[in-house]
């Protein structure tokens, strides 16, 4: 049970949430709704979340090898 936790909890890290995020952005601003401010916020922060998750990968995947051997 333990060990589904600590899966479920990295898979949360690594989801699909930013492709999700650009889908929205995409959808707002077809719809004419969206201000250039927001479409900058949320590219922005799409942008910072792909660089935050692909740099601590590494180390996550390590971490990971580590506590399931």
Same mark, same amino acid.
């Given at each position: 049970? %333990?060990?589904?936790? *600590?899966?479920? %909890?990295?898979?949360?890290?690594?989801?699909?949430? +930013?492709v @999700?995020?650009?889908?929205?952005? !995409?959808?707002?601003?077809e719809?004419?709704?969206? *201000?250039?401010?927001?479409?900058a916020?949320?590219?922005?922060?799409? !942008?910072?979340?792909?660089?935050?998750?692909? *740099? !601590? @990968?590494?180390? +996550?995947? *390590?971490?990971?090898?580590? @506590?399931? +051997?």
């Amino acid at each position: 049970m %333990r060990r589904e936790r *600590t899966d479920a %909890r990295r898979g949360c890290w690594f989801g699909p949430i +930013g492709v @999700s995020a650009v889908f929205y952005l !995409t959808l707002v601003a077809e719809r004419g709704a969206a *201000t250039p401010e927001l479409l900058a916020a949320g590219s922005l922060i799409v !942008t910072a979340s792909l660089v935050a998750h692909g *740099t !601590t @990968s590494s180390l +996550g995947v *390590t971490l990971y090898r580590r @506590s399931a +051997g």
